[in-house]
């Protein structure tokens, strides 16, 4: 699904008791938009914007590359709760005019145990 403001929710608390919190890990996909992101580079932001995001989420891995054609930032963290993604999308919004995707990554054990459940053994 993918709204107004560029990002596509794909992560979404699965928990129906609010008071139980489950810690999602995600892929964040941000496409930084190349004009923004030059001039980002040309005024001494961009480095420091990209450190304090990184400060903020503490991903466990962040790569930087293109694609797509694009700058483009991929950050694996836990995410606590879906609260959390306005506050770490904004800035790249904001200061880059960014694209930006979140995915619900899982690990072998994740997939092990999610598959011990499977309906399909």
Sequence with gaps: MVYKSGIRWT?????????KVRVMRVLLRAHFDTEKSN????N??????????VEQIKP???????DEGERTAFLVFDLQD?????VISE???????????????MNLEDVE???SQSQLH
């Design 39 to 42: 001039e980002a580079i040309r």
């Design 91 to 105: 800035p790249f919004f904001l200061n880059l005019g960014a694209k930006i995707d979140y995915t619900p990554l």
């Design 82 to 86: 879906v609260a959390q993604i306005p």
């Design 44 to 53: 001494g932001t961009l480095g420091k914007m990209i450190q304090s995001s």
């Design 11 to 19: 992560c979404t608390r699965v928990c129906a008791d609010p008071k």
């Design 60 to 66: 466990e891995a962040a790569y930087f590359t293109a």
């Design 113 to 115: 145990k999610g598959l």
